[in-house]
C-alpha cells in the first residue's frame, strides 16, 4: 500500500500529498488556531454579537481554504499515483476523494 489510504488503513508514515509543504501548512493552521482563540477572547469580553459573527465567517474560510488545498493535493498526489497503478486502486482513491469532497459541502 501506499503512502495515502483510507481511515481503515494501517497508518503509514508517508511521504503524504501534503509532505512538500508541511512547515506552510502547520503555520496556516497555527494562525487558524489564533483566529479561533481570539473568538473564545471576543466572547469572553463581550463583544457585539454580530462581530463575533464575522470572524466566525473568517476562521470558517480559512479552515475551508486549507481544506481545500490539502483535497487538491491528495488528488494530486494520491489520486494520481492510483490512476497509474490502475485497477481497483483508482476506483478505492476517486471514491474516497468524492466522500472528503461531499462531507466538505456538507459542512
Known sequence: MGACHGQ??????GPHGY???KEAHLKRLRRIEGQIRGLQRMVEE???CIDILT???AGTKALQS???????EH?????????VKGGD???A????ATAAVARLLRS
Request: charged fraction near 25%; glycine fraction near 0%; hydrophobic fraction near 45%.
Open 19 to 21: 509532505s512538500h509543504d
Open 46 to 48: 463581550d463583544v457585539y
Open 8 to 13: 481503515d488503513a494501517p497508518a503509514h508514515p
Open 93 to 96: 482513491k476517486v471514491a474516497e
Open 66 to 72: 486549507f481544506a481545500l488545498q490539502l483535497l487538491q
Open 75 to 83: 488528488l494530486r498526489h494520491c489520486v494520481a499515483d492510483a490512476a
Open 89 to 91: 486502486e483508482i476506483d
Open 55 to 57: 470572524q466566525v465567517s
